[in-house]
């Protein structure tokens, strides 16, 4: 089965740390580029964060760049996303999602989210 | 960044319904947009990539159709378990930026 599970979430503190992992099974997860989505309480998407299938290509939202890092290990069939200096607006669900990218894009596979809160 | 609108942005219907959600890009996307549905509490599922190609295992009273800057998702006939909250996403650029999203609810 295609899966994604990611883990990591909690409450932090403004201006703490956390880093979120997102374990991928029942696909060639080296093969497919990634991506972090995220929802704040009872807000619609927004994307977080991508990263190509060999790690060489990273973008971020303006909302994150400088914070926040993305990166992937191949040979663990995970992603992860180091968040810095939080903010109570990085409070959200955080989705990792599998990107289809051939002839078009989308993202077929999501997992279930981690939490984030950001509060003192 | 290219900005995506949805119309309405809540849409009260009933079971058997015909229902159509438009999305709008600020700029010219070809046809590199997908739709979702998410339902409280649980992760978006993909529904339609490129526009108007519906994704497997997706019942085919969901279509999609339009290129450019304009384009519609339609439920032929509403059922009860398509009462959710439908975005779309543009996938011409980054950032992948999603729309507003359509909140379907109960007549």
């Known amino acids: 089965e295609v899966q994604l599970v990611e883990s990591g979430g909690g409450l932090v503190q403004p201006g703490g740390s956390l880093r979120l992992s997102c374990a991928a099974s029942g696909f060639t997860f080296s093969s497919y580029e990634m991506n972090w989505v995220r929802q704040a309480p009872g807000k619609g998407l927004e994307w977080v964060s991508y990263?190509?299938?060999?790690?060489?290509?990273?973008y971020y939202a303006d909302s994150v760049k400088g914070r926040f890092t993305i990166s992937r290990d191949n040979a663990k069939n995970s992603l992860y996303l180091q968040m810095n200096s939080l903010r109570a607006e990085d409070t959200a669900v955080y989705y990792c999602a599998r990107e289809y990218a051939l002839y078009y894009y989308y993202m077929d596979v999501w997992g279930k989210g981690t939490t984030v809160t950001v509060s003192s | 960044d290219i900005q995506l609108t949805q119309s309405p942005s809540f849409l009260s219907a009933s079971v058997g319904d015909r229902v159509t959600i438009t999305c709008r890009a600020s700029?010219?996307?070809?046809?590199?947009l997908a739709w979702y549905q998410q339902k409280p509490g649980k992760a978006p599922k993909l529904l339609i990539y490129?526009?108007?190609t519906l994704q497997s295992g997706v019942p085919s009273r969901f279509s999609g159709s339009g290129s450019g800057t304009e384009f519609t998702l339609t439920i032929s006939s509403l059922q009860p378990e398509d009462f959710a909250t439908y975005y779309c996403q543009q996938l011409n650029s980054y950032p992948f930026t999603f729309g507003p999203g359509t909140k379907v609810d109960i007549k």
């Open positions: 490129a526009a108007s």
């Open positions: 990263i190509s299938s060999s790690g060489s290509t990273i």
């Open positions: 700029q010219g996307i070809s046809s590199y």
